[in-house]
C-alpha cells in the first residue's frame, strides 16, 4: 500500500542550525510534494510544494529537494529559531486531482535557545 | 486568520445524537475538503468537493455525510458516531482540485464521542 514515512522521533535543534527533516514514501509515484506546518490547535499551513522534475526549491530560510529514484524529500531550515517549533508535514499528491493525496504522520520539530 | 473558518470549534456528543459541522472560506476557491485527523495518524481525506460536485468519498462509512451548497460552504452531518470517530475534523479548500494547488486549512473542530 501507498505509504509515507518521516522522522518518527522528535527533533531538537540547536537555535541558529540548520534542521533536517525527512519524508520517504514507497508505493507512489508522485507528481507533486507539498511541505505544510502545523502548530499544536491549529490546522496545516502551506509552505512549499515541489514538482516530481524539479530537484530542488527555496523559499527564504525553507528549502526542500526531492529525489524520486531515492523516494524522499528533504526539508531544510537554516538559521533555525524557536519560532520555527512545530510539526512538519508531508504530502504527496498526484497531477489532476487532490483525490489520491497522502499525508506523513508528521515530525515534531523543536529548537532550543 | 487562514480564510478558512469552521464551526463549532469544539463537539462533545453523544453516540445517539445528530451534529453538523461548518466549514466556510473566503479565498474564492472551487474546491473544498474533509480530513480527519486523529492521534499519531497521518491525516485522512475523507471527501472532495469541486465547484459543488463531489468527486471523491473515501470509503467513508455513511454515518458521515457531506453537503456542499456552494463553493463558499461544506458541512458534515453526523449521526449514530463511534467512540473510533473522536478526532480532529479539518476543513481545507484550494482553488481548484489539483495534485498543485496548495491546500488552505482551518484550525479544525475537535470531536469526542461520548
Known amino acids: 500500500s501507498q505509504k509515507i514515512e518521516q522522522n518518527s522521533e522528535a527533533l531538537n535543534i540547536q537555535e541558529g542550525k540548520t534542521a533536517t527533516l525527512t519524508c520517504n514514501y514507497t508505493?507512489?509515484?508522485?507528481?507533486?510534494l507539498q511541505w505544510y506546518r502545523q502548530d499544536p490547535g491549529r490546522g496545516p499551513v502551506f509552505l512549499l510544494l515541489i514538482r516530481e522534475n524539479e530537484k530542488e526549491k527555496r523559499k527564504e530560510r525553507l528549502k526542500v529537494t526531492f529525489d524520486t529514484t531515492l523516494k524522499q524529500s528533504l526539508f531544510h531550515i537554516t538559521a533555525s529559531q524557536p519560532a520555527d517549533s512545530a510539526t512538519y508535514l508531508c504530502a504527496l499528491t498526484g497531477y489532476s486531482s487532490a483525490s489520491k493525496i497522502i499525508f506523513g504522520s508528521g515530525t515534531r520539530l523543536s529548537i532550543r535557545p | 486568520e487562514t480564510g478558512v473558518t469552521q464551526t463549532p470549534r469544539h463537539l462533545v456528543m453523544g453516540m445517539t445524537n445528530k451534529k453538523s459541522l461548518k466549514c466556510e472560506q473566503h479565498l474564492g476557491h472551487n474546491a473544498m475538503y474533509w480530513y480527519k485527523q486523529s492521534a499519531k495518524k497521518p491525516l485522512e481525506l475523507m471527501f472532495v468537493?469541486?465547484?459543488?460536485?463531489?468527486?471523491e468519498n473515501n470509503s467513508v462509512p455513511s454515518r458521515f455525510s457531506p453537503e456542499c451548497p456552494n463553493s463558499s460552504h461544506l458541512f458534515l452531518h453526523l449521526h449514530t458516531l463511534q467512540p473510533e470517530d473522536s478526532a480532529l475534523y479539518l476543513c481545507a479548500s484550494s482553488q481548484a482540485d489539483g495534485g498543485n494547488q496548495p491546500q488552505h486549512f482551518g484550525d479544525g473542530t475537535r470531536l469526542s464521542i461520548l
Open positions: 468537493y469541486n465547484f459543488k460536485e463531489q468527486t
Open positions: 508505493n507512489y509515484s508522485p507528481a507533486y
